[in-house]
């Protein structure tokens, strides 16, 4: 094994792949080091370009897929991630003389990189991630799993650019057992990083640039971003197609929910671990923690409201979710959209509005029951809906808002409400038990407050980065600390620089407390106009 480790350092060792790709390295790698695996890495980088050659292809992948074999035939990631494995990994495979780990230590440094303490391994185990999207036979523990599944449904789809995978899921019900569940593991894992969606890079690189170009990737903020600004009048009908098409299996999948899965997963074990054992796409663990609502923790609490919301959002006619609600919709939301597209957003609104109208309704009868000296069901909700989830703690009911914490979704929905609507909701409104539940549970407000939260922790952050490299330009001293990738880790500061530093940190505090309370008291931003593009003809 030692012999192999230093070979896969150096092209120069890696003679049928030099020999095939002495036009790709003068192209496209002329000036970069032999060693270190330095030359390899720029061919992998590029073999996608369109002037990449057949032949240097070939041997790139395959160079690739035998380095997925073990991680010590990884040689960047080998030597970055010695340590990490160590520490994290050192359980998952006999690190003897010539044994092979077919995998099992690439696959632990996946699942715990939140684990992992250096800075390079997580380059490189991001760097593996990717190709392991990109190419199915990357990750040797899905590759196995999948042989018979590939060669029976998916023999004349070429490899690479994430085809395998998509055409594996687009069988899925018919994946052998091993097989489903590690694709829908990768597909979790691409939920995590916009990186990694390559469907998604692809239709949305206009709008992830003109939208979403100063948020970082990872923990899906990329994609939080654009399912925000998915009403804009700039925004491409293409992108948008995608990203209702994730929302739509995030729907089935609730691990495809980045922050639902991060926050719920506790919950999940506890009350809803049947249905989360199945692991069969029909949406059963989010109808059951719906629910068991009461029963959640506040940050799942929060996090099921904003999928919900999102759910009714997106809303299609027998969607996975919202599929008891259809008849209500149809009958309050749509009288003249029957038939035809709904408007991203339009039910959303109007069934929040419902909501309102229907609590604020009920408020007269509890306190009629209350004078009475009967209390027994001032607890249970509106009218007939028995069991509605608390609502302890918020301070607006949905549709209330018309202030900041309202935002983007929330304008754009009224708006696309009352056109695909063309009339008001009719004076006597009563959801379906059923319905009422899941709408009491999806409050705007909660969702956009959420997304507040992650904002202001953002922001704060990036502001005060900036105004420590504002420092660094106008004194020349270093007060930034920065990974190999120039990625900022640290703040580090001596002398009168931690005055400065103090100074900025305390006006990013102030200016962050600010919005805080801005948001807190739905105080309104200036106006502005929401343009919406009719299609030809109307």
């Given amino acids: ?103 099992k230590v690439l696959s632990c440094l996946t699942e715990n990189k939140d684990n992992i303490k250096s800075d390079a391994c997580h380059k490189e185990v991001l760097y593996l991630e990717k190709m392991e999207v990109d190419d199915f036979r990357m990750d040797m523990i899905l590759a196995e799993a999948c042989r018979a599944d590939v060669d029976k449904f998916c023999a004349k789809v070429e490899p690479g650019q994430g085809r395998v995978h998509k055409c594996l899921r687009e069988v899925s019900k018919q994946l052998s057992p091993t097989c489903r569940l590690e694709e829908m593991r990768m597909e979790e894992k691409e939920a995590d990083n916009v990186q990694f969606s390559i469907s998604l890079l692809r239709a949305c690189s206009g709008e992830k640039g003109l939208f979403c170009h100063d ?53 999940v074990d506890r009350l809803c671990a049947f249905e989360d054992a199945e692991r069969i796409e029909d949406g059963a663990v989010k109808k059951c923690m719906a629910a068991k609502h009461e029963q959640l923790s506040t940050g799942c609490q929060r996090e099921l409201a904003r999928s919900l919301h999102m759910s009714f959002f997106i809303w299609q006619s027998g969607g996975t979710i919202t599929a008891p609600c259809d008849a209500d919709i149809q009958k309050y939301c749509l009288p003249k959209a029957q038939g035809s597209q709904v408007p991203p957003g339009a039910v959303s609104s109007c069934v929040a509005d419902i909501v309102e109208r229907m609590m604020q309704a009920e408020q007269p009868n509890k306190q009629r029951r209350l004078q009475a000296g009967d209390d027994s069901d001032a607890d249970e909700g509106s009218g007939s809906n028995n069991s509605v989830p608390s609502q302890q703690g918020r301070k607006e009911r949905p549709g209330s808002r018309n202030g ?97 530093g103090v100074a900025a940190f305390v006006l990013v505090l102030f200016a962050g407390a600010l919005y805080g309370i801005r948001q807190y008291l739905g105080h309104a931003h200036q106006g502005y106009s929401l343009v919406v593009k009719s299609p030809a003809g109307q």
């Fill in 1 to 103: 094994m030692t012999e192999e480790v230093r070979f896969s350092e150096n092209i120069d060792f890696q003679y049928p792949m030099k020999q095939a790709c002495l036009k790709e390295i003068d192209r496209f790698c002329k000036h970069v080091p032999h060693g270190n695996a330095r030359v390899i890495r720029c061919l992998q980088g590029k073999k996608n370009h369109k002037d990449f050659g057949k032949a240097c292809r070939v041997e790139v992948q395959r160079y690739e897929q035998e380095s997925a074999k073990d991680y010590r035939l990884n040689y960047k990631l080998y030597k970055a991630c010695k340590a990490d494995v160590g520490q994290v990994c050192k359980n998952a495979c006999k690190l003897q003389e010539g044994e092979m780990c077919g995998g």
């Fill in 215 to 267: 948020v970082q990737p990872g923990s899906a903020r990329v994609f939080r971003c654009l399912v925000e600004n998915m009403a804009s009048a700039d925004f491409g009908d293409s992108c948008r197609s995608v990203i209702m098409q994730k929302l739509q299996r995030r729907e089935a999948n609730w691990r495809l929910d980045p922050a639902l899965r991060r926050f719920c997963r506790a919950d």
């Fill in 404 to 500: 900041a914490g309202q935002a983007k979704l929330a304008a754009a929905g009224a708006a696309a409400a009352k056109k695909a609507s063309g009339t008001k909701p009719a004076q006597v409104l009563k959801l379906s038990e059923q319905c009422y539940r899941l709408a009491a549970i999806a409050a705007p407000s909660d969702v956009e407050q959420g997304f507040d939260a992650s904002t202001i922790a953002y922001s704060m952050q990036t502001a005060l980065t900036l105004s420590m490299q504002r420092v660094e330009q106008a004194t020349g001293l270093q007060t930034l600390r920065r990974n190999g990738q120039g990625a900022v880790t640290a703040i580090s500061l001596t002398g009168w620089t931690a005055l400065a």
